[in-house]
């Protein structure tokens, strides 16, 4: 097998983004993820790519300067919120967050390099957070970033971001509703059940981007068999745009048993999406997927859900 086909980044330092023990989002999410990617043996088998911290003008492409400068404020003295309740400052909390913008960077970088095919970066996919504001534990957008960055530096036309956690990626949709080169096609809980409370089937785009965002609400409970019927509107979406580079946030909180969420799925749906997106980069020509971890707030679920993305971006 080609070791350069998929490239993954695996870093203590990305380990560092989390809100402490106890909160959902806490800082063992990776090491929960390295065990049973180690135990199947998928680091011999792929790239291993490195993390970095991210310019504060790489940050900058994407968020304003006055949120980013915030973060930096409350970075050092570790107080209050970035948000409006969910997502804590604490002591450091600008440089990790920009070292997971900094990794998927990195990752987008070695795929348009053609150093890997596709790439995986566990702790990533922060699609909460707004252009101006930390929302959800998001508190830098790293898809935003890596899709301003692409746009700008490879000049990519079609950039698709496809989003299976279970929580709408609201901070990506809004930053590019009216921006017809973001393919957008989401697949997350019913925001009448969930937060962020958006994503309706009725929010398509707006402007020249009207029909290029494509989001579908899943009901509570939803298992396998739901998923595997409403994933082929996200493939036809695509083949339509014909996207020249393909994101996705897999956010392993939609599978069931998880803390927060009501979704049902098996690590099988995670595969199933790997697998297709990847089949559609090839018969696009390209090969290019890059998947970010996301969601996922039991740590048995993530771990065996992106192992089952990496496994099928092989």
């Keep these: 097998m080609d070791n350069t086909n998929l490239g993954v980044v695996v870093s203590e330092r990305l380990a560092r983004y989390g809100f402490g023990a106890g909160h ?18 998928l680091n011999r088998r792929v790239q291993m790519l490195q993390a970095r911290d991210a310019s504060y003008d790489e940050i900058r492409s994407f968020h304003t300067a006055s949120y ?8 050092v003295s570790g107080q209050g919120f970035l948000d409006d309740g969910d997502t804590p400052a604490f002591r450091g909390v600008y440089e ?6 900094g990794a998927t960077l990195n990752a987008s970088s070695a795929i348009m390099s053609g150093q890997c095919r596709r790439a995986f970066v566990p702790i990533a996919g922060l699609h909460h957070a707004r252009r101006d504001r930390a929302a959800g534990f998001c508190v830098f957008n790293d898809c935003g970033v ?12 079609r950039i698709a971001y496809v989003d299976i956690d279970a929580h709408h990626g609201d901070g990506v949709f809004y930053a590019f509703e009216d921006d017809a080169s973001v393919i957008f096609a989401d697949m997350h809980e019913d925001g009448r059940y969930l937060y962020a409370g958006t994503g309706s089937r009725t929010e398509t785009g707006k402007g020249a981007a009207e029909g290029t965002k494509l989001n579908v609400p899943m009901p509570p409970g939803s298992d396998d068999a739901a998923f595997d019927a409403a994933w082929p509107q996200v493939i036809t979406h695509l083949e339509k745009f014909q996207p020249q580079f393909i994101i996705l946030q897999c956010g392993a909180d939609s599978l069931e048993g998880d803390p927060i969420t009501h979704l049902r799925y ?9 697998r297709e997106l990847a089949q559609l980069a090839d018969r696009l020509g390209h090969g290019r997927v890059l998947g970010l971890g996301g969601g996922g707030y039991n740590r048995a679920n993530l771990a065996q859900a992106w192992t089952a993305v990496v496994e099928n971006l092989l």
């Design 24 to 41: 959902p989002f806490g800082p063992d999410r990776h090491a929960a993820f390295v065990r049973e990617f180690e135990s199947r043996g």
């Design 68 to 75: 980013v400068d915030l973060v930096r404020e409350r970075s």
């Design 96 to 101: 990790a967050a920009a070292v997971v913008v």
């Design 146 to 157: 890596a899709i301003e960055l692409l746009r700008k530096n490879s000049g990519l036309e």
């Design 266 to 274: 098996s690590a099988r749906s995670h595969a199933k999406a790997a």
